[in-house]
């Protein structure tokens, strides 16, 4: 390992050219930093926890060093692990990703102190814009235009309440030190103020160490513009362009394009020449985001990532750089490749982040097993990142987002085209995914038509998630087809199956099977197939069709009703089916005469741990009397807050659980006596 720099003992940044990077991350992020490490001729150096010991990342690094169990704070936000790791492996530099140490002022400087590059801006400079309250005073004095609000150190009751009265609600409470959407607060009404900060600072101080909050004006119908930036040690500053994320949930990102669709090319010049500015007044170095509200003409400082952001593929979809390399080149003590004249933008690009969570749940998060992972090939513009494979577990402990889809075309409808086509060609089992969901939102014709604002989702999530239709004779065809293709595949590996000896055998008879299909909604739909030679047939509700099906070489499953060819997917997982057709996608029990009906209905009438999650708040005392869909209690799940309802009025008998209580999936946390007239629905 080379020796100590200089510069370290006056705090200046360590920038040096190194062989080895660790990577202290894990998932899609550790994944996508390891391809452009290795492609530079690098040796790379994963770290993982117990529940990643099967990792795609860790598969894929040179080294991999075992940091300690499944909980972030016992292995990924272990500081001195990391650094143990590095200096075993004799890691030269530390990529922190996004998410966890990224943005870690204490990490940075530790690392500079152990000589190691950290690559990324220095501690001063994330302490400088890590603060949301410190950025804006920043802000202010280099002329950024900024949100109308507080940013002062004074956290009492008043003086918040006093700030939100002079800023004019509606107001946004949020948390100075946090991102992605957590202690974040939209209050209405001067009443709802009080509950909003208790409940915000829980949350920062459960994410961030730290609870400090601010208020700023919430502008109505507002846009989220945010511009990449990066620095070099040698003091040149550029950006890249802008992305705009204004489809978000509870704040949080669920699409991202870049250009922005909004602005004009005067607006586009302005909002990221404020971005150079608001970089330039910390001397920036390294890659980073400065993220503006916009009403459409005006816009405002929010704060800046001194990170890489989730997002960051779309900007290098439409600039042509690999901002990782990027970062690499910046922490080697490289100037930047490219001068701001150099830099073009060149068509469009849209992303979409694949999540295991249940839309039609309150996006409630999904834990498990990946029994299928199909992904669409990455041809015709589509990307797609992620740190998954079929077999890798889904894990409580970590950030549900399982994969981004990136679409890159010459237009912005072509770009949504593409993206949707990934989406509608991906299969994911043993989880659920908000797949579907996001496909109904960039499909929606007020997206296409970019007539969209950060409350968008909120106000169309019955039309985003619909009802599942009801199943015509193809999804019924796709259905048996599945079901057939199985039994073909389980008689392939077992010489000794009687379906190995002619399909739909039958000891007496002609040779004939039913099948009952049944959605979640209790609908039962019939099914007779009759074997003949080419083709057999399917009776569906009196009427007889032509059947054929057929696996290609592509995948899928080839169907032919009366002479009409589809091509569909489908899938059994036990006994249920999952299927994709032109209709869209459809699941489905299948009613096995030869099985049993044992599955286990989750009670609509407990309160129960959706999750494993940690107990943070109890809204009720045993006693109180409560209406249905009053709040009972809050849980923690996967670092979201979730608030769990009175599923009936009636009267809480029972609080089986305290605050700070580690609950598992499906625990009883409440008891609740119905009242003699409610209706458990």
Not at 40 to 55: F, H, I, K, P, Q
Not at 284 to 302: C, P, Q
Not at 404 to 418: H, N, Q, V
């Amino acid at each position: 390992m080379a020796k100590p720099l200089k510069a370290v003992a006056s705090g200046k940044p360590l920038y040096r050219r190194f062989n080895t990077l660790l990577i202290a991350n894990r998932g899609e992020i550790a994944c996508r930093v390891i391809r452009t490490a290795r492609a530079m001729g690098l040796r790379t150096v994963a770290v993982y926890s117990e529940a990643d010991a099967d990792a795609l990342h860790v598969k894929m690094a040179d080294e991999a060093v075992l940091l300690g169990p499944a909980r972030a704070r016992d292995s990924y936000l272990n500081i001195d692990r990391v650094l143990e790791a590095a200096a075993k492996t004799g890691a030269e530099a530390i990529h922190p990703g996004y998410g966890f140490l990224s943005e870690n002022a204490d990490f940075a400087r530790r690392c500079a102190e152990a000589s190691i590059v950290f690559v990324g801006p220095t501690a001063e400079m994330m302490e400088a814009m890590g603060s949301k309250s410190g950025s804006k005073i920043l802000m202010e004095k280099a002329g950024v235009p900024l949100v109308p609000g507080y940013h002062g150190e004074a956290q009492d009751d008043a003086t918040l309440a006093k700030a939100a009265e002079k800023a004019g609600f509606p107001v946004l409470v949020k948390a100075s030190a946090g991102g992605g959407g957590r202690g974040m607060r939209v209050v209405r009404a001067a009443s709802e103020l009080s509950a909003a900060v208790v409940s915000a600072k829980r949350e920062a101080l459960a994410a961030f160490g730290d609870d400090s909050m601010l208020i700023e004006k919430y502008v109505d119908n507002p846009r989220h513009i945010e511009v990449q930036i990066v620095g070099d040690s040698h003091g040149n500053l550029v950006s890249l362009f802008e992305r705009e994320c204004t489809l978000q949930r509870r704040h949080q990102k669920v699409i991202e394009e870049a250009p922005s669709p909004t602005l004009s090319s005067k607006q586009r010049e302005a909002v990221c020449e404020a971005a150079r500015k608001a970089a330039g007044a910390v001397n920036y170095v390294g890659a980073g985001t400065i993220e503006f509200v916009s009403d459409g003409k005006e816009f405002f400082f929010i704060e800046m990532n001194t990170r890489l952001q989730v997002e960051h593929p779309v900007t290098e979809l439409i600039s042509g750089v690999d901002l990782v390399e990027w970062q690499l080149r910046v922490a080697f003590g490289e100037e930047l490749p490219l001068t701001q004249n150099e830099i073009r933008l060149n068509g469009h690009a849209i992303e979409a982040r694949v999540y295991a969570e249940n839309p039609n749940k309150n996006f409630m998060p999904s834990v498990g097993a990946l029994r299928t992972w199909q992904m669409p090939e990455a041809v015709d513009g589509l990307r797609i990142d992620s740190g998954y494979g079929e077999g890798n577990v889904v894990s409580p402990n970590y950030d549900a987002m399982l994969a981004k889809f990136i679409a890159f075309a010459p237009t912005r409808d072509l770009a949504i085209s593409r993206l949707n086509r990934g989406l509608e060609e991906a299969d994911i089992r043993g989880v659920v995914t908000n797949i579907p969901f996001l496909s109904a939102l960039i499909t929606h014709p007020q997206v296409r038509d970019n007539k969209i604002d950060t409350g968008f989702i909120e106000r169309e999530l019955a039309k985003l998630t619909p009802e599942q239709p009801a199943l015509t004779e193809i999804e019924l065809g796709a259905a048996v087809a599945a079901i057939l293709r199985s039994e073909d595949a389980a008689a392939a590996r077992d010489a000794h199956s009687p379906w190995r000896a002619a399909r739909g055998w039958a000891a007496v008879g002609a040779r004939h099977r039913r099948f009952l299909f049944r959605q979640a909604d209790g609908i039962e739909r019939k099914v007779s197939l009759r074997y003949g030679r080419v083709p057999s047939t399917l009776s569906i509700d009196g009427k007889v069709i032509a059947f054929t099906s057929s696996v290609p070489a592509r995948g899928g499953i080839d169907l032919v009703l009366d002479d009409v060819k589809y091509h569909v997917a489908g899938l059994l997982d036990g006994r249920e089916v999952y299927v994709r057709t032109r209709n869209g996608r459809f699941e489905m029990h299948w009613a096995d005469p030869f099985g049993t009906e044992d599955e286990e209905q989750a009670g609509a009438d407990r309160v129960v741990a959706p999750l494993p999650g940690t107990v943070v708040a109890l809204l009720v005392e045993s006693g109180a009397t409560v209406e249905k869909g009053a709040p009972i209690l809050t849980l923690e799940v996967m670092k979201m807050e979730q608030t769990l309802r009175a599923p009936f009025a009636g009267t809480v008998k029972q609080l089986k659980c305290k605050v700070g209580d580690i609950v598992q999936e499906g625990v009883e946390l409440a008891e609740i006596e119905p009242a003699k007239d409610a209706a458990k629905s």
